[in-house]
């Protein structure tokens, strides 16, 4: 046993002394890629793990001039992307949190939490989405700003971090961020080139939109954020 061991250590020391010469002998990087798995950039806002979510979508007068289903769009393939990185968190539906929403024009995150008796409510504010600019209609490139929101709404706490039973719930907002992005990030994509059409430029960017906004909410890998420019 001890010499088997042996074996794999000095095959193990050799494989990074391997690495550590094509790598010009930093033994960080050797590690790096010796790595059984990439460490991941965790996610900035709240842990929603186990939580019952609301996802609220609003676009602001004029952002979605040229996407009417906007707002279903983006919070589908949010609720989507984030799902598949973390199936602990549950979302009420699109199409019923939807409905509420036409039938209640002065909505609150509150309301919504206490009408679907969840835990959280993330409020998206798309501010911007645009994949052309007016004095380049022959060229794509996407723009976007969202408001990202979470709310609570939960017993007050003691000096100890203990809730308070006896008091009511109290809501706050935990969460409170800005998402900018802006998509290729450096050179325009031409109107028509390689088959480009304005709808196929507007999913690959809501897709990009979507993903990044989930990174608040769940882990990454670190070359996540190479952008993707290919049709």
């Not at 909410?217 to 070359?223: I, K, R």
């Amino acid at each position: 046993m001890h010499k088997t061991g042996r074996r794999g250590f000095l095959g193990s020391l050799g494989l990074v002394s391997g690495v550590s010469v094509l790598m010009g002998c930093d033994p960080r990087m050797s590690l790096y890629f010796l790595q059984p798995f990439e460490p991941s950039v965790a996610h900035t806002g709240p842990d929603l793990s186990g939580k019952h979510v609301v996802v609220l979508t609003h676009a602001v007068n004029g952002a979605n001039n040229d996407f009417e289903l906007l707002e279903r769009d983006l919070t589908k393939e949010f609720q989507k992307v984030v799902k598949a990185s973390n199936t602990k968190i549950r979302f009420s539906p699109y199409e019923r949190v939807a409905e509420w929403q036409q039938e209640h024009a002065d909505w609150s995150a509150e309301e919504a939490l206490d009408h679907f008796e969840a835990d959280a409510v993330v409020f998206l504010e798309i501010e911007q989405f645009q994949i052309q600019d007016p004095s380049t209609p022959m060229l794509y490139q996407g723009h976007s700003k969202i408001h990202i929101q979470v709310t609570t709404k939960d017993y007050p706490k003691d000096k100890k971090g203990k809730p308070i039973k006896g008091e009511p719930k109290e809501v706050d907002v935990i969460f409170d961020d800005y998402a900018d992005t802006t998509f290729p990030s450096h050179t325009p994509v031409p109107a028509g080139s390689d088959g480009v059409s304005k709808a196929s430029f507007k999913n690959k960017f809501l897709k990009l939109v979507a993903t990044e906004l989930s990174w608040r909410f769940v882990d990454h890998a670190p070359g996540d954020d190479i952008q993707d420019t290919r049709f």
